[in-house]
């Protein structure tokens, strides 16, 4: 027989799952529950970006691409970035286009970091970068960000956590999961941080259009940040094309040279139908993506205020489309609390610590479904929280 634990890879078999798709996949084998838990929008992808790939199906041969992607679709992401965030990139030598923005965050972490290597995650944050850091020998290093200080890293809590070793810092804004957005003049205070330093940034800006009332800076932007800036976006928030699988890394090409090597060996190149699609998505979408905001915001103050009158504290998210309240007057654990929500209500949502240990205390709710969706777990949620607060009198 077989000993597989002595054949796996002794880090893989450390790691532990998702804590995101945890509760989805639990959520599938129940009847007549209503998931908040992935982040994927209800809205269909634009007809125009359908109807490219239709197209696309009907008059090419789908064959490979280059291995950065196809320089049409490179173009116009440069275009892209240029009119929205004032960023200015090669599209020939400074940036790939991958498979989703996940590939990106991989491809250039395994780019930069060697054993040993401290990488600073500010947290709570998607769940993918520790694990990658530590499967390339990296440390990763948390940053705590709190209610106290919106969510937001501040130049104080940036300056304590660098050492010698200090080569990436990972920043995920707009935040997921709390909605959290920094602000040019916060980012600047960060940037006056680094600039002291031999740091680069990977800023994770996959939720950079669905921002409500305060436009989105890239640090990039700020002087003397574009030279040590990794920006890694994608089409699959802003565009509801989540299973089209593209996303973009955009760097240095001294990066982009060594990062594009992984993407050769790994992948080769981006699915070539959702690349021509893609091309439409940023020619043609903006007013689309401008009506998926708008009712985006709607159901975000409709969770805040509602999660607030049932007592769960909850910090108004200024972009990407979750809330993150707190859980702590219940005086449950986050995965204790959502494992009792689920089985007594059949709602499913994801316990603030799968993103990171900052997280305990807090659930992530997506807003990514239905008014009619979201009305309905709200009303079991209420339920929930007023049963255990009857049961502990």
């Given at each position: 027989m077989i000993d597989y634990d002595s054949l796996l890879s002794d880090k893989v078999r450390q790691m532990k799952p998702s804590g995101?798709?945890?509760f989805f996949d639990l959520a599938q084998t129940m009847d007549n529950v209503i998931?908040?838990?992935v982040g994927e929008p209800?809205?269909?992808?634009?007809?125009?970006?359908?109807?490219?790939?239709?197209?696309?199906?009907?008059?090419?041969?789908?064959?490979?691409?280059?291995n950065s992607g196809l320089i049409e679709l490179r173009r116009e992401i440069a275009d892209y970035l240029n009119r929205r965030y004032q960023l200015s990139y090669q599209p020939d030598s400074e940036i790939i286009v991958t498979v989703g923005g996940s590939e990106a965050i991989d491809i250039a972490i395994r780019a930069l970091i060697n054993p040993g290597d401290e990488v600073l995650i500010v947290e709570p944050c998607f769940v993918c970068y520790a694990p990658i850091v530590e499967l390339t020998g990296g440390v990763a290093v948390p940053i705590r960000t709190t209610p106290e200080d919106c969510f937001k890293l501040t130049p104080q809590a940036?300056?304590?956590?660098?050492?010698d070793k200090t080569k990436l810092l990972i920043l995920p804004y707009p935040n997921n999961p709390t909605g959290a957005v920094m602000t040019r003049e916060e980012l600047e205070?960060?940037?006056?941080?680094?600039?002291?330093?031999?740091?680069?940034?990977?800023?994770?800006?996959?939720?950079?259009?669905?921002?409500?009332?305060?436009?989105?800076?890239?640090?990039a932007a700020l002087p003397g940040m574009h030279e040590r800036t990794i920006l890694v976006n994608g089409f699959s928030k802003a565009y509801a094309m989540t299973g089209w699988r593209l996303g973009y890394l955009c760097a240095p090409a001294p990066i982009t040279k060594q990062a594009v090597k992984i993407h050769q060996y790994a992948i080769m190149c981006s699915p070539t139908l959702s690349q021509h699609a893609a091309v439409q998505a940023l020619r043609s979408c903006d007013k689309e993506v401008k009506t998926m905001v708008?009712?985006?915001?709607?159901?975000?103050?409709?969770?805040?205020?509602r999660f607030n009158r049932m007592g769960l504290t909850c910090f108004t998210p200024e972009g990407a489309f979750y809330v993150f309240p707190s859980i702590q007057s219940t005086g449950m654990t986050s995965e204790a609390f959502c494992e009792a929500l689920l089985?007594?209500?059949?709602?499913?949502?994801v316990p603030g610590n799968a993103?990171?240990?900052?997280?305990?205390?807090?659930?992530r709710v997506s807003y990514a479904y239905s008014l009619k969706h979201l009305l309905t777990a709200l009303e079991r949620i209420e339920r929930f929280i007023r049963n255990r607060k009857a049961a502990a009198k």
């Open positions: 995101i798709r945890k998931s908040l838990g209800d809205f269909q992808t634009p007809w125009v970006v359908r109807n490219a790939a239709i197209h696309t199906l009907e008059t090419r041969r789908m064959i490979y691409s280059a940036l300056r304590s956590h660098i050492t205070g960060i940037a006056e941080v680094l600039r002291e330093t031999n740091i680069l940034i990977l800023s994770d800006e996959i939720y950079s259009e669905l921002t409500y009332g305060k436009k989105h800076c890239s640090i708008d009712e985006y915001n709607v159901r975000r103050r409709l969770l805040v205020e089985e007594e209500e059949r709602v499913a949502v993103f990171g240990e900052s997280g305990e205390g807090f659930i």
